[in-house]
């Protein structure tokens, strides 16, 4: 649970007219503890239900669960469209929950630009760095 608490290392060198002016300022903020557990909640409780299946029916019933998770969470669209992951969502249960991001924060409501087809399709046959979205500074 412990997050990076120093300054990261510059693995690759900083391409500033794609990414803007680089800042350690963001990359280097400590994590509350609240926010750590709260992130690290939803993989342990899904441990836990795999323990007690294993420990109720099996290894054989758990493994399959996380295969049929492993194959809905690959399948997606093309880059640079969004996809629901409407499969993945209705094996772990996600479609009951209502949350802040069923109505709030939709890719297609944003005013600001996504990321640019050049950057997607690097990252995607890992090639360069990570996609990001264009913005002015």
């Known amino acids: 649970m412990e997050e ?10 900083h391409d500033t007219l794609r990414l803007g002016l680089g800042s350690l300022k963001d990359q280097a903020s400590v994590v509350h503890p609240v ?16 323990g007690m299946l294993r420990n109720l029916y099996g290894s054989a019933l758990p493994a399959r669960m996380q295969l049929d998770r492993q194959i809905l969470s690959k399948a997606g669209r093309l880059p640079g469209m969004p996809s629901s992951h409407l499969g993945l969502q ?11 991001e069923s109505y709030v924060g939709f890719a297609e409501d944003s005013e600001t630009p996504g990321p640019d087809m050049h950057s997607l399709m690097e990252a995607k046959h890992k090639m360069g760095l990570p996609p990001v979205t264009r913005s002015i500074l």
């Open 90 to 100: 209705s094996l772990t249960g996600e479609l009951d929950d209502f949350c802040f």
């Open 4 to 13: 990076q608490k120093a300054l990261p290392h510059m693995v690759h060198p």
């Open 35 to 50: 926010e750590a557990i709260q992130k690290s909640y939803p993989k342990n409780q899904v441990e836990l239900k795999l």
